[in-house]
């Protein structure tokens, strides 16, 4: 991951995808919130999703279904992604027919979710003194 500048197609839990350029590992983590996850997005070109690799574990909000070349849904990414090119071993950027499609199947296929139940707290026992 080289210190260039580079165009991704950020996705975010709920809203429209919007383009920006980042540059380097700082600015990827940040983006995601936490340590990055490189999920291929196709078999056929070289782009792939860069994701927060503890967005299930740490709750994050559902955010888009990850689809194989055929759209069959096979997970779902929790948090703010990006979408970014292959260049060689580095992340690249997007080519703009990649930003225009991804964009549009993206911004069509936002997962809402509603709360579930608050989960119920266990009461603190208390501790009892006994007297002797």
Do not use: W
């Not at 990827?28 to 994701?51: H, K, N, R």
């Not at 991804?102 to 006994?130: A, L, S």
């Amino acid at each position: 991951m080289g210190d260039k500048r580079i165009t991704v197609l950020v996705v975010e839990p709920l809203k429209e995808c919007y383009t920006k350029e980042i540059c380097g590992l700082k600015e990827m983590q940040a983006l995601v919130g936490g340590l990055i996850e490189i999920v291929p997005l196709s078999d056929t070109e070289p782009v792939i999703a860069v994701l927060n690799e503890e967005g299930k574990l740490l709750d994050l909000p559902y955010n888009r279904a990850l689809t194989d070349d055929n759209s069959i849904p096979f997970d779902i990414i929790c948090g703010t992604f990006f979408v970014a090119g292959v260049d060689g071993e580095d992340i690249g950027s997007l080519t703009p027919d990649q930003i225009a499609r991804y964009k549009k199947k993206y911004d069509n296929e936002i997962i809402i979710t509603v709360p579930g139940p608050e989960k119920p707290r266990t009461p603190k026992k208390e501790k009892k003194h006994h007297e002797r």
